[in-house]
């Protein structure tokens, strides 16, 4: 899941050309609050496009 900014970029960079080649993880966190036990995994991704002609 991306947000929803990552999301309407993403859009944005498809209807100029650009589609996903590969996508790889690059970072993992673990965020967790302070009033809760509760830890949330996010994962920080490398994206490389590729531009179609």
């Keep these: 899941m991306c947000s929803k900014s990552f999301k309407e970029k993403l859009i944005e960079l498809k209807e100029k050309g650009f589609d996903i080649k ?21 994962i920080l991704p490398e994206i490389y496009l590729e531009k179609n002609d």
């Design 22 to 42: 590969e996508c790889k993880t690059n970072y993992l966190l673990y965020w967790k609050a302070e009033n809760s036990d509760q830890e949330v995994k996010i």
